[in-house]
């Protein structure tokens, strides 16, 4: 073989490590993938029909959102489901079906998105904020000491990390308190088997654009309580429909209800129906692909001195469409200098520690409409929370780069600190 020049022969020679510390990441943090063809197809059908309301069926004809409900209640092992406008709007249907009312107080996170107190916030009753513990999860500890303090826990499995389910449920079934989950970063995933979403007596999801499905807007309510369950129907709206559900309880639990329960329009339409009924058919293969890219930013970034990264228990088979890690003890400067360098180069990381709240990344601190006292070692955890999404239009190279990107980045304020 002649002799060749070695870069004719790569296109992409290593390049020199100068070279490499300048690189700059080009993709977006925010773009999605688009829905898929068959998506596409059924929404079309929907549109060509113009039957979008849920109610709006022609004989024999079964909705598109009756359909949805049907086979996510079999996906997840629930008897009910029920299809709403927002997963916002799944909160808080699930929190009045179990009978919170305005004055009452609601456990929930410190550590969660703003839709969370906001939707105990909108019935009238008021949040009282259970610590987060270094793995990103509820602290228990905290959680049984508060216990007392309110008769619903909203637990919000926040950014995909779960608690232990098991010791959770003990606890709070010992003081009688009903669990509701926020399931909005865990679609899709389980601990030690049992899906998130069906430990309490609600499991929440949102098919917002930013979660594991993609409707632009819509939530999933599930449930094996008939009583509970009878009642968000009506509340979302159902009239007197509620025998055109599939996943619903039989008619006989709705005597009194359908006159007991007022009606707080929330339904979810078949257009968004249509589109999410692929998705979810999809959403193991996209498990894996979400995990397959938290591999590579895991490795990436192990062992980077200064740089904690959150333990995940064996018992939790997560879904990672974002990843997490800790600059713990860091100060508020040097964890803003590694935020605006790694911008610089590309990457854009969120800070749940900053001084005011930026985009989504606001804290119970935050959050003025529902005091608090300070809780010293949350807010320890919280400073030092980093951020950042993982849409599947990264591929696992983009990742690795990413993850490189925040390696140097970190290791340099660090070594300068
Ligand atoms: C997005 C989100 C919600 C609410 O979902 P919407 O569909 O936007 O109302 C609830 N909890 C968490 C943690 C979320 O990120």
Redesign the pocket.
Same mark, same amino acid.
């Given at each position: 073989m002649p002799v060749r020049d070695i870069a004719a022969i790569d296109p992409r020679p290593t390049p020199p490590q100068s070279q490499r510390m300048s690189e700059i990441f080009k993709g977006s943090f925010t773009q999605q993938e688009p829905i898929p063809d068959d998506g596409i197809a059924a929404a079309l059908a929907v549109m060509q029909h113009g039957r979008l309301h849920r109610y709006n069926t022609v004989a024999g004809e079964v909705a598109e959102a009756a359909l949805l409900e049907e086979e996510f209640a079999a996906q997840v092992g629930a008897k009910y489901c029920l299809a709403v406008a927002?997963?916002?709007y799944a909160?808080t249907t699930a929190m009045r079906a179990c009978g919170v009312k305005a004055g009452d107080k609601v456990l929930t996170n410190a550590f969660?998105?703003a839709?969370?107190p906001g939707a105990i916030a909108s019935l009238g009753a008021g949040p009282v904020f259970v610590g987060v513990t270094e793995g990103l999860v509820i602290d228990l500890d905290d959680l049984a000491g508060k216990l007392d303090q309110a008769c619903v826990l909203l637990l *919000?499995h926040?950014r995909g990390h779960i608690c232990d389910m098991d010791a959770l449920m003990a606890i709070c079934d010992g003081a009688g308190v009903t669990v509701i989950e926020?399931c909005?970063?865990t679609m899709g995933a389980s601990w030690n088997g049992v899906p998130s979403g069906r430990h309490g007596r609600f499991g929440c999801y *949102?098919t917002?654009t930013y979660?594991h499905v993609n409707s632009g807007?819509g939530?999933l309510l599930v449930s094996d309580d008939a009583d509970g369950m009878a009642r968000a129907i009506m509340l979302s709206g159902s009239y007197m429909l509620f025998e055109r559900h599939r996943a619903a309880p039989p008619p006989a639990v709705f005597k009194d209800i359908k006159y007991d329960t007022p009606n707080v329009s929330g339904r979810m339409d078949n257009l968004r129906a249509a589109i999410l009924r692929p998705q979810l058919r999809r959403l193991g293969v996209q498990a894996d692909n979400w995990n397959a890219r938290y591999g590579v930013m895991s490795r990436g970034l192990a062992e980077t001195p200064g740089l904690t990264l959150i333990a995940r228990p064996k018992a939790e088979h997560f879904v990672a469409s974002s990843f997490q890690f800790l600059l713990l003890d860091w100060s508020p400067e040097a964890v803003q200098k590694v935020i605006a360098r790694c911008l610089a180069r590309g990457v854009e990381l969120k800070w749940f520690g900053a001084p005011e709240p930026v985009g989504f990344t606001s804290r119970y601190d935050s959050w003025r409409y529902a005091p608090s006292a300070s809780m010293p070692k949350s807010d320890r955890v919280l400073a030092g929370i980093v951020d950042m999404r993982l849409p599947l239009t990264f591929s696992l190279a983009d990742c690795a780069q990413i993850a490189g990107i925040i390696r140097a980045e970190v290791a340099a304020v660090f070594q300068a600190a």
């Open positions: 927002s997963g916002g909160m969660t998105l839709p969370v *919000s926040m926020d909005a970063h *949102s917002q979660k807007e939530g």
